[in-house]
């Protein structure tokens, strides 16, 4: 594909600008809602990208949004069709190269540095989501961390609310592979360095989201995807290495001890987090480039870029976990809330010929390192299109009983984020987890599938197809 790969964000922007896939809004724009909810309607409509030349209180600055909110975007940002996406990440996980980063000495990331006292982050055009998320949330954030024991780099897009000139709240949770690394530096009682990336190339924030094995470097998923090294500056204040394009890189350490309440959140469930306490960030350096872009992402109530960018990432490797055990796989999507809500296909003929096999999917679903978050599983025939809604509702409505093709397991681990788990009796972190058996039946009791489909034939469908175009549609 032309443009690919795209080594910075400002050439990402004009690949989509000669594609009309972005819109340049001179219009002035607030922080406080009115940048979210344009975002909102971009994700409902599969809008184009925007690029705001003009923000309320904040002179001089641009804004980008929406960059990574389609899978049209997404395929771009990885070289691909959008029907190719799913092959070309998993036949490069399979494969298992990797290409490590180049270290340069300079980059357009260090145009501008501030250090120390002249570091003030509120001049940062940081956007507010909900209506309570006060103060605001950096959330196109990409956090780097170092393992303090073996080098080893973690990337993640994190959330980091605002909290003063030089004071970041940072979400620090202990399963997570950055809050492993914490715990590391706690023991050795030093302060964690980090640096945030705001503002990049769109296959480093994809790359970021691949659910990595810990000791596995996700900037070495973008040497391997692109099949060049990507350059690489090392942090002012730290060893931490940072992409040398980068818009914005906050220079910081976490806190061993300071925690201040963090919260409340948008969060992809639609509703907001609790507030609880975390870890402070007490930020040392910014470094930036000249007319730098700020770039947000908006995460609430899908659809939205931060779970589109995560979901299909999150798809890619749960199933490469599952294919390894259930090679009759044959997709997965997640249809809502990181997979709250999963849709599978599966070889129609081994429903016929392997007992219990939609039940052994499930399972195995359930005991991928991927599935976190998966609670709803809705299992169809590989004739169905995952990325065709009705047709999964389809399937649902001729193929499934609730008497008999529902399995429903209590008391799995749960997701703390899903508003419906229990709150009394045992607790957040218990959910049930649900099995919808949608395929069709095999004998005796598939008499009417046998029937077949009631569609025009299939010579005419192809024929309609090839002439679409010479019937005046577009």
């Known amino acids: 594909m032309s443009g690919f790969p795209f080594h910075s964000l400002r050439e990402f922007i004009a690949y989509l600008d000669s594609q009309g896939r972005l819109v340049r809004n ?24 925007v690029l705001h030349e003009s923000v309320k209180g904040y002179p001089g600055w641009q804004l980008f949004t929406d960059g990574l909110t389609t899978r049209e975007r997404q395929a771009w940002a990885l070289g691909v069709e959008p029907g190719e996406i799913g092959g070309r990440v998993s036949r490069f996980l399979a494969d298992g190269h990797k290409v ?7 980059g357009p990331c260090k145009e501008i540095k501030l250090l120390g006292h002249d570091v003030d982050l509120i001049r940062l055009p940081v956007a507010y989501t909900g209506e309570f998320d006060v103060p605001p949330f950096i959330s196109a954030g990409i956090s780097n961390a170092k393992d303090p024991e073996t080098g080893w780099q973690n990337t993640a897009v994190r959330r980091f609310q605002l909290k003063g000139r030089q004071l970041l709240n940072h979400l620090l949770l202990p399963f997570q592979q950055e809050g492993m690394i914490f715990q590391k530096w706690r023991k050795l009682g030093k302060p964690m360095p980090l640096s945030i990336v705001v503002g990049t190339d769109p296959l480093y924030y994809l790359a970021s989201q691949l659910p990595a094995p810990p000791q596995v470097d996700e900037q070495d998923y973008w040497g391997a995807l692109t099949g060049e090294p990507l350059e690489v500056v090392r942090s002012e204040t730290n060893d931490i290495l940072v992409p040398a394009t980068a818009e914005i890189v906050i220079e910081g350490e976490v806190d061993l001890e300071e925690r201040r309440l963090e919260g409340p959140y948008s969060e992809f469930t639609g509703y907001y987090s609790g507030v609880r306490y975390f870890p402070v960030i007490r930020v040392k350096a910014v470094t930036m480039r000249r007319d730098c872009i700020y770039q947000n992402i908006y995460n609430a109530q899908e659809p939205a870029e931060g779970g589109n960018i995560g979901y299909l990432m999150t798809e890619i490797e749960l199933h490469r ?9 044959r997709a997965i999507r997640i249809l809502s809330c990181w997979g709250l809500v999963l849709a599978v296909s599966i070889d129609k003929q081994a429903v016929r010929q392997k007992a219990g096999i939609v039940k052994k999917l499930f399972m195995a679903i359930k005991s991928a390192p991927a599935s976190q978050f998966v609670k709803t599983v809705i299992v169809v025939d590989d004739d169905i299109d995952l990325r065709n809604v009705q047709h999964i509702l389809w399937a649902m409505g001729t193929k499934f009983q609730g008497s008999k093709d529902i399995t429903v397991i209590d008391g799995a681990p749960g997701c703390i ?50 002439r679409w175009r010479d019937y005046g549609f577009a």
């Open 26 to 49: 001179s219009v002035e724009v607030d922080l406080r809602g009115e940048v979210a909810a344009i975002s909102r309607k971009i994700g409902l409509t599969d809008g184009p990208a």
């Open 100 to 106: 490590k980063p180049r270290i340069v000495d300079d």
């Open 321 to 329: 976990q599952v294919k390894a055990i259930i090679p009759e796989l």
């Open 417 to 466: 984020l899903d508003p419906s788990e229990p709150w009394i009796q045992r607790g957040v972190g218990y959910t049930s987890i649900t099995l919808l058996d949608c395929t069709e039946k095999p004998p005796p009791y598939d008499e009417p599938y046998r029937r077949g489909l009631s569609i025009p034939p299939l010579d005419a469908i192809r024929r309609v197809d090839e």
